[in-house]
């Protein structure tokens, strides 16, 4: 089928980043995607390298002489052009038109996922939008999860990849990434890190440069990566510091103890979000007291990493599920 993916970058690059992954795995299993943005400079760093099956265009500010695709994908609630809304409607069969939404593990995922919305009024009457939420339960449309993606993880060299990078720890060290927005808990983050010899390795990002070194803290800043080596930088280490959502998402995945930093919210929403996944993820105890301090809602408790088992489980669970993109080729082709 061919897909229009439209996508608005924000901030921060993360709708790009799950939109990116979206297309390049619906490519890579035999479809064609449209992804029209209306800031792509980031594809620069984050995917210099498109394949061929992914034609990226500017948004656009009126009409464009093109026919829909199959499906149009509304990521995250983006709006689409009127005038394209206007084709989709004149289009014969009608596309199938998704609305793409947020990450979450509160309860009204699984209530909303896959609801219509049929169109009565504007440029798309007689049109249905569907509601499609990626989740952590059989019940959502589950993750972004590419075919033998875990298999990578397993095999990957993560200390011959640092290595080679100039960026491998000394005898001793840990060694631990850092993506985080701002966060007025960086200096105590940093006095626990020198707890023990620990190499961080922090991504580009507002805390980067308030980085300093101290007695058992090395610390080396990164320039942007691409998304495939920003994968193998999360399976090299032996601790991730996350946010957003596409980070949060690759960290599970890697199988790696990580502590994520939700986007934060004026009315403090994003605390509900936290605590929905902790619950659903079965945290222990003094893990989640610690996520909750680095989120800002409770005191920065001491850093006390649980071993692999419990991630590796809580992989395990995920991985049982069908992926997103499995899911979302299944829903379009049986949806009205």
Not at 60 to 66: E, K, L, N
Not at 136 to 143: A, D, Y
Request: a negative charge; glycine letters at 8%; proline letters at 9%.
């Amino acid at each position: 089928m061919l897909w229009d993916l439209f996508c608005r970058v924000i901030d921060n690059h993360g709708d790009l980043g799950v939109c990116w992954r979206l297309a390049r795995d619906l490519v890579a299993r035999g479809h064609g995607v449209r992804l029209w943005l209306d800031d792509a400079t980031a594809l620069a760093w984050m995917a210099p390298e498109h394949p061929a099956g992914i034609a990226v265009h500017a948004w656009p500010d009126g009409d464009v002489a093109v026919q829909p695709g199959d499906v149009v994908v509304e990521a995250f609630g983006c709006e689409l052009p009127p005038a394209f809304v206007a084709r989709m409607a004149a289009r014969q069969p009608a596309p199938r038109w998704i609305n793409l939404e947020y990450l979450s593990a509160e309860t009204y995922v699984e209530r909303s996922h896959g609801l219509a919305s049929p169109q009565f009024s504007g440029p798309g009457a007689g049109l249905t939008k569907h509601f499609f939420y990626p989740g952590f339960t059989p019940r959502t449309g589950g993750l972004l999860r590419e075919p033998g993606l875990l298999e990578k993880a397993e095999t990957s060299d993560g200390p011959g990849w640092l290595a080679r990078h100039g960026w491998a720890p000394r005898p001793g060290e840990r060694v631990v990434s850092l993506f985080a927005y701002a966060n007025a808990k960086l200096p105590a983050l940093l006095e626990e890190l020198a707890t023990q010899p620990t190499l961080l390795l922090a991504s580009p990002g507002p805390l980067q440069a308030r980085i300093t070194e101290r007695p058992g803290l090395r610390f080396i800043p990164l320039p942007y990566l691409r998304q495939d080596d920003y994968d193998r930088l999360l399976w090299a280490c032996d601790l991730n510091f996350v946010r957003g959502e596409d980070s949060f998402v690759r960290a599970q995945w890697a199988g790696k103890p990580f502590v994520w930093q939700i986007y934060p919210q004026d009315d403090g929403a994003h605390a509900a979000k936290l605590e929905a996944f902790m619950a659903a993820a079965r945290l222990p105890k003094h893990w989640a007291a610690f996520w909750r301090g680095w989120n800002g809602v409770a005191p920065l408790p001491a850093l006390l990493v649980p071993d692999a088992d419990r991630v590796l489980a809580w992989r395990a669970e995920l991985a049982a599920q069908p992926d997103l993109v499995s899911q979302l080729v299944s829903f379009v082709g049986v949806s009205r």
